[in-house]
Protein backbone atom coordinates (compact mmCIF):
# COMPACT_ATOMS: atom_id res chain seq x y z
CA UNK A 1 0.00 0.00 0.00
CA UNK A 2 1.07 3.90 -0.45
CA UNK A 3 -0.73 6.70 0.57
CA UNK A 4 -0.54 10.29 -0.50
CA UNK A 5 -2.19 12.82 1.76
CA UNK A 6 -5.64 13.78 1.22
CA UNK A 7 -6.32 11.49 -1.48
CA UNK A 8 -8.98 8.85 -0.84
CA UNK A 9 -8.70 5.45 -0.60
CA UNK A 10 -10.63 2.40 -1.00
CA UNK A 11 -8.80 -0.26 1.67
CA UNK A 12 -10.17 -3.83 1.60
CA UNK A 13 -8.73 -7.24 2.40
CA UNK A 14 -10.70 -10.35 3.08
CA UNK A 15 -9.73 -13.85 4.95
CA UNK A 16 -6.78 -15.68 3.87
CA UNK A 17 -8.45 -18.79 1.41
CA UNK A 18 -11.82 -16.59 1.29
CA UNK A 19 -12.35 -17.96 5.27
CA UNK A 20 -14.16 -15.95 7.87
CA UNK A 21 -12.30 -13.70 9.60
CA UNK A 22 -15.53 -12.82 12.23
CA UNK A 23 -16.94 -15.32 14.17
CA UNK A 24 -19.17 -13.69 16.52
CA UNK A 25 -20.80 -10.01 17.11
CA UNK A 26 -17.84 -9.66 19.69
CA UNK A 27 -15.16 -9.81 16.79
CA UNK A 28 -16.44 -7.10 14.81
CA UNK A 29 -16.74 -4.80 17.99
CA UNK A 30 -13.24 -6.11 18.95
CA UNK A 31 -12.06 -4.95 15.63
CA UNK A 32 -13.55 -1.57 15.27
CA UNK A 33 -12.55 -0.99 18.45
CA UNK A 34 -8.86 -1.13 17.53
CA UNK A 35 -9.11 0.63 13.86
CA UNK A 36 -10.95 3.39 16.42
CA UNK A 37 -7.70 3.65 18.46
CA UNK A 38 -5.30 2.71 16.13
CA UNK A 39 -5.81 4.16 12.55
CA UNK A 40 -7.60 7.44 13.15
CA UNK A 41 -4.54 9.35 14.50
CA UNK A 42 -3.20 8.68 10.75
CA UNK A 43 -6.81 9.43 8.78
CA UNK A 44 -10.23 10.01 8.47
CA UNK A 45 -12.72 7.13 8.09
CA UNK A 46 -15.41 7.94 6.02
CA UNK A 47 -17.24 4.86 5.75
CA UNK A 48 -16.94 1.31 5.61
CA UNK A 49 -18.48 -2.23 5.99
CA UNK A 50 -17.30 -5.62 7.81
CA UNK A 51 -17.96 -8.58 6.33
CA UNK A 52 -18.16 -12.40 7.78
CA UNK A 53 -15.19 -12.75 5.35
CA UNK A 54 -14.30 -9.25 4.40
CA UNK A 55 -13.74 -5.53 5.39
CA UNK A 56 -14.18 -1.96 3.03
CA UNK A 57 -13.19 1.09 4.01
CA UNK A 58 -12.84 4.51 2.74
CA UNK A 59 -9.95 6.51 4.39
CA UNK A 60 -8.39 10.08 3.98
CA UNK A 61 -4.76 9.89 4.95
CA UNK A 62 -3.30 12.63 6.69
CA UNK A 63 0.02 14.36 6.63
CA UNK A 64 1.55 11.79 9.13
CA UNK A 65 -0.30 9.34 8.29
CA UNK A 66 1.65 9.57 4.60
CA UNK A 67 5.06 9.77 6.72
CA UNK A 68 7.41 6.87 6.37
CA UNK A 69 9.36 5.36 9.23
CA UNK A 70 12.31 3.07 9.56
CA UNK A 71 11.51 -0.17 10.43
CA UNK A 72 14.94 -2.46 11.17
CA UNK A 73 18.51 -2.07 10.79
CA UNK A 74 18.04 -2.92 6.94
CA UNK A 75 16.51 0.83 6.60
CA UNK A 76 13.16 -1.03 5.40
CA UNK A 77 10.99 2.32 5.34
CA UNK A 78 7.00 2.11 5.42
CA UNK A 79 4.10 4.85 5.85
CA UNK A 80 2.57 5.22 9.44
CA UNK A 81 -0.50 4.49 7.70
CA UNK A 82 0.33 1.28 6.21
CA UNK A 83 1.81 -0.05 9.17
CA UNK A 84 -0.51 0.77 11.72
CA UNK A 85 -3.12 -1.22 9.50
CA UNK A 86 -0.40 -4.03 9.09
CA UNK A 87 -0.45 -4.01 13.29
CA UNK A 88 -4.28 -4.04 13.59
CA UNK A 89 -4.33 -6.86 11.21
CA UNK A 90 -1.95 -8.85 12.60
CA UNK A 91 -2.66 -8.67 16.99
CA UNK A 92 -6.63 -8.98 15.62
CA UNK A 93 -5.31 -12.97 14.01
CA UNK A 94 -4.02 -13.38 16.95
CA UNK A 95 -6.50 -12.58 19.11
CA UNK A 96 -9.16 -14.74 17.03
CA UNK A 97 -6.58 -18.07 17.01
CA UNK A 98 -5.91 -17.74 20.69
CA UNK A 99 -10.11 -17.43 20.59
CA UNK A 100 -10.37 -20.36 18.53
CA UNK A 101 -7.44 -22.37 19.11
CA UNK A 102 -6.04 -22.19 15.55
CA UNK A 103 -2.51 -20.73 13.89
CA UNK A 104 -1.57 -18.86 10.83
CA UNK A 105 -2.28 -16.15 8.66
CA UNK A 106 -6.50 -14.85 8.80
CA UNK A 107 -6.44 -12.46 6.56
CA UNK A 108 -4.44 -12.44 2.64
CA UNK A 109 -0.87 -11.30 2.90
CA UNK A 110 -1.67 -7.81 1.08
CA UNK A 111 -4.36 -5.69 2.17
CA UNK A 112 -5.06 -3.11 -1.47
CA UNK A 113 -6.00 0.63 -1.24
CA UNK A 114 -7.26 1.71 -4.49
CA UNK A 115 -6.99 5.76 -5.09
CA UNK A 116 -10.46 7.12 -5.99
CA UNK A 117 -9.39 10.74 -6.29
CA UNK A 118 -7.34 12.33 -9.13
CA UNK A 119 -6.15 15.51 -7.17
CA UNK A 120 -5.98 16.07 -3.18
CA UNK A 121 -9.18 16.97 -2.06
CA UNK A 122 -7.23 20.22 -0.66
CA UNK A 123 -6.16 21.13 -4.02
CA UNK A 124 -9.66 20.33 -5.74
CA UNK A 125 -12.25 21.43 -2.62
CA UNK A 126 -15.08 19.24 -1.95
CA UNK A 127 -15.74 17.16 -5.79
CA UNK A 128 -18.64 15.75 -5.61
CA UNK A 129 -17.73 12.86 -8.04
CA UNK A 130 -19.87 9.74 -9.03
CA UNK A 131 -16.67 7.36 -8.53
CA UNK A 132 -16.97 8.16 -4.66
CA UNK A 133 -20.31 8.29 -4.53
CA UNK A 134 -20.48 4.86 -6.26
CA UNK A 135 -17.32 2.86 -4.00
CA UNK A 136 -19.68 4.64 -1.08
CA UNK A 137 -22.74 2.80 -2.21
CA UNK A 138 -20.55 -0.37 -3.11
CA UNK A 139 -19.84 -0.37 0.43
CA UNK A 140 -22.64 -0.28 2.48
CA UNK A 141 -24.64 -2.50 -0.33
CA UNK A 142 -22.48 -5.89 0.35
CA UNK A 143 -24.39 -7.36 3.53
CA UNK A 144 -27.09 -6.70 0.76
CA UNK A 145 -25.44 -8.08 -1.94
CA UNK A 146 -24.65 -10.42 0.00
CA UNK A 147 -28.39 -11.67 1.27
CA UNK A 148 -26.93 -11.43 5.00
CA UNK A 149 -29.60 -9.02 5.62
CA UNK A 150 -33.41 -8.12 3.70
CA UNK A 151 -32.92 -4.29 3.99
CA UNK A 152 -29.04 -2.26 5.14
CA UNK A 153 -30.81 -0.74 8.34
CA UNK A 154 -30.25 -4.40 9.49
CA UNK A 155 -26.47 -4.64 9.44
CA UNK A 156 -25.00 -3.46 12.57
CA UNK A 157 -21.38 -4.07 11.68
CA UNK A 158 -21.23 -0.81 8.84
CA UNK A 159 -21.28 2.91 8.60
CA UNK A 160 -24.54 3.29 7.04
CA UNK A 161 -26.78 3.37 10.32
CA UNK A 162 -24.52 6.53 10.94
CA UNK A 163 -25.71 8.30 8.01
CA UNK A 164 -29.14 7.45 8.64
CA UNK A 165 -28.57 8.68 11.83
CA UNK A 166 -30.25 5.94 13.34
CA UNK A 167 -26.71 5.32 15.73
CA UNK A 168 -24.48 8.12 16.78
CA UNK A 169 -20.90 6.52 16.31
CA UNK A 170 -17.44 8.54 16.30
CA UNK A 171 -15.55 6.11 14.15
CA UNK A 172 -16.35 8.09 10.55
CA UNK A 173 -16.02 11.95 9.93
CA UNK A 174 -19.88 11.62 8.38
CA UNK A 175 -19.95 15.51 8.35
CA UNK A 176 -16.70 15.39 5.87
CA UNK A 177 -17.83 12.42 3.64
CA UNK A 178 -21.32 14.56 3.60
CA UNK A 179 -19.19 17.53 2.02
CA UNK A 180 -17.20 14.87 -0.37
CA UNK A 181 -20.36 13.55 -2.03
CA UNK A 182 -21.81 16.90 -2.34
CA UNK A 183 -25.55 15.86 -0.16
CA UNK A 184 -27.12 18.29 0.58
CA UNK A 185 -30.11 16.12 2.44
CA UNK A 186 -28.52 13.88 3.91
CA UNK A 187 -32.21 12.57 4.87
CA UNK A 188 -33.83 12.37 1.92
CA UNK A 189 -30.62 10.82 0.28
CA UNK A 190 -30.38 7.89 2.93
CA UNK A 191 -34.76 7.58 2.34
CA UNK A 192 -34.11 7.54 -1.54
CA UNK A 193 -30.79 5.28 -1.41
CA UNK A 194 -33.30 2.50 0.85
CA UNK A 195 -36.08 3.31 -0.99
CA UNK A 196 -35.64 0.38 -3.62
CA UNK A 197 -32.29 -1.48 -2.99
CA UNK A 198 -32.95 -3.99 -5.46
CA UNK A 199 -32.71 -0.63 -8.04
CA UNK A 200 -29.55 0.20 -6.14
CA UNK A 201 -27.74 -3.48 -6.17
CA UNK A 202 -27.37 -2.52 -10.10
CA UNK A 203 -24.06 -0.45 -9.05
CA UNK A 204 -22.37 -3.97 -8.70
Same mark, same amino acid.
Given at each position: ??????? *?? +??????????? *? =??????? =?????????????????????????? =?? @??????????????????????????????????????? *??????????? =????????????????????????????????? +????????????????? @?????????????????????????? *??????????????????????
Amino acid at each position: MHFEPNH *IY +HVYNRGNNKTP *I =FFNDENY =FYLLGKIRNEWLKYCDALCYCLMPNH =FH @FMLMPNNEGCDSITLNQRATAIQRLSKAIGKTLSSYTQA *INLQNKTTGNL =FQKKTKAKCLTDLPIDNTGFPATEYLLNCFHYI +HLNPLEANLVSHLNDWP @FSSWLDYCQLRNDNLCDTEKTIQLLG *ISDVKAFTNSFAADERILKQIW
